[in-house]
């Protein structure tokens, strides 16, 4: 062959460049002849030992926001101090071998003691009785670890100056199981200890800060119905990977819009990729797949206002107040406020012993949704508009007799049974007897009116219905249905309890203000709206904001627009008149349109435990924006007018602020 020929020549130097390259190329088959046959097994051994463990990580929740931007619920830092055991790897096995050493030098000791004795070596069956079975070895390390272990948290507790205990059952449990992750020694440290920590640490403790979003609301009790709660859940969501060998910490909304809109907040969390060598110590860490952050939920709600119920609410009738409040746009159906108290904050859970203390506070419920209360004479507007349609004329007056047993109040009879009336004797037409609330004059007219339609005008407004609200706290509340007062159980008596509000019904603030909106919008029933949209947290994404549409109709009265007005302006004088039940949520520049109403809290054995106040009402009377409902039970004396009208006075006052504010800013934007 050609290069055999050449190399047959008297050429040295072709000779030399021949026998470097003959060299390498057996170097290089003896080194793969080692790597693959020699040091297989070992190589083998290493990946024996070597093994993935995947680790679920959440992602960033979203941020729930006002309709003015301002943050209701968002992530904060929170540092803890952890312990990462793969950085005392030496130390334990020092630990364990110089114990091992003092129980070994111990043994020979006794042996030792046991031959003097014997006066003859001890057999080699005599000396097993010496040696240390696998599970005391075991037990010997695991000694070994809580020791070191204990000495680094004494040392990190002398240095923060803040008391610090290992738990060995806890401790132990965690290296067993989650050895390639930290054990958190402090949660939620302040910025004094952080200092602290970071000025004292030397680098060679094992032991670190760790940074852990966490929620936080910053406007504390205020909404925190409305927001809800979370709890701990770190598993996996429809559509994620459910094979983890180790799972972060991650939450999940229960009730409140942390509930209800938990799937869009929550995100979608990835994985981590851990190789940990055949002691279980983490080596490297690969990410699988990045977390995606959860989307923004914007609401309807404006804090300002939520914020003036509330602190009006605790002003007028105490912290511990039963009460709840409901502002809405009778154009929208926006809520624009939704206050239950007694206040409940969204860092604790509702099974906190501190919220089931009290069955009869239970500040864990929703009073504005969902809790059913007997509406008392704020029905009374339903039942004086459904006469009105059956042709009541509104200027024609009834006489309200006198109460033989209470002078200067009136009362009136179905059958043999009394039922007392709060006005006095006297004449009464529909203005005055919606000013006064008078019991005797909606009861003869609705009895007059039919039972039926004013059962068919209420479900009309969709009483003994949710508003599906997404908040996952709402009570349909009770009403009868057709079937029921026509049948034979049905009498003149319940008619006249349904006519007052008491009896077969219940319901909740938030029906009742969107009751009082479709008396003030011209008949529109609406589908209340909390959630105005949900946008990606990155403002620069390209992902486009899904918005719920507002002044959605769920259905029209279908009753004459003369009713409507009728009724309005009765309403309107039960504010401005003196005399009016509702004069004391009177607020000069905004004519406010409104009904008290009080309703009996009976027992079991049908005795009066306690009362539930109401004022529903909506402003201004010329173009109507917002109804505002207020509810207060209690078992001390009052009235929808004492109790309730002064919160709506406060609500609007704060109305009529902010529309004073916005207003120069509005005519500035339009000169412009």
Known sequence: ??????????????????????????????????????????????????????VRIPAVRGKILDRNGQVLAENGPQYNL?????????????????????????????????EKKLGRPLTKIERRQFALSPDQREQLREQARFHVASDVVMQISERLGQPLQLDATVFDRHYEARRALPYTLLTNLDTVQIARFEEQYTGTLGVDLDLQPVRIYPFGEIAGHLLGYLQRDDRSEQGEDASFSYRLPDYHGIVGIEGGCDAELRGRAGAEAVLVNNLGYRQSVNTLSPSEPGHNVVLTLDMDIEQAAAESIERRQGADARAAAVVMDVRT????????????????SANDPKYLADPKLRP??????????????IFKTIVGLACLEKGLNPEQTYYVQEDPTRPGRGCIYIGRRKIDDTVTPGPYNFKRAIMHSSNAYF?????????????????????????????RQETAGIFPSLDDVNSSGWHDGDTANLCIGQGDIAVTPIQMAVMVSAIANGGRVLWPRLVERIEPQDPTSAEAPAVF???????????????????????????????????PAKVPGMRICGKTGTAQVMDEHNRITGHNYWFASFAPYENPRYAVVVMVETEAGGSGGLTCAPIAHDIYEEIQKRENVDTPKTLAEANH
């Not at 864990?364 to 004479?377: K, M, V």
């Open 443 to 471: 009861i003869t007219n609705g009895l007059h009116a039919g039972v039926e339609n004013i059962v068919r005008l209420g479900e009309e407004f969709h009483l003994g219905e949710r508003t599906s609200l997404p908040t």
């Open 549 to 583: 549409p507002s002044g959605v109709v769920r259905n029209e009265l279908g009753v004459h627009p003369r009713s409507l007005k009728i009724l309005r302006d009765a309403m309107l004088a039960e504010t401005e008149d003196p005399e009016g039940t509702g004069y």
């Open 82 to 114: 952890s312990l990462y055991l793969d950085d005392l790897r030496k130390p334990f096995d020092d630990a364990y071998g110089q114990a091992l050493a003092r129980v070994r030098a111990a043994q020979e000791q006794l042996m030792a003691a046991q």
């Open 333 to 348: 159906g926006d809520v624009l406020a939704m206050v239950s108290s007694p206040a409940i904050n969204p860092d604790y």
């Open 364 to 377: 864990q419920i929703n009073r504005a949704t969902q809790e059913n209360y007997a509406p008392g004479s």
């Open 1 to 54: 062959m050609l290069i055999f020929d050449e190399l047959k020549k008297n050429d040295p130097q072709l000779r030399l460049v021949a026998a470097v390259l003959a060299g390498g190329l057996c170097l290089l088959l003896a080194g793969l002849w080692w790597v693959q046959i020699v040091s297989a097994r070992e190589y083998e051994s290493h990946l024996e030992t070597q093994s993935y463990r995947t």
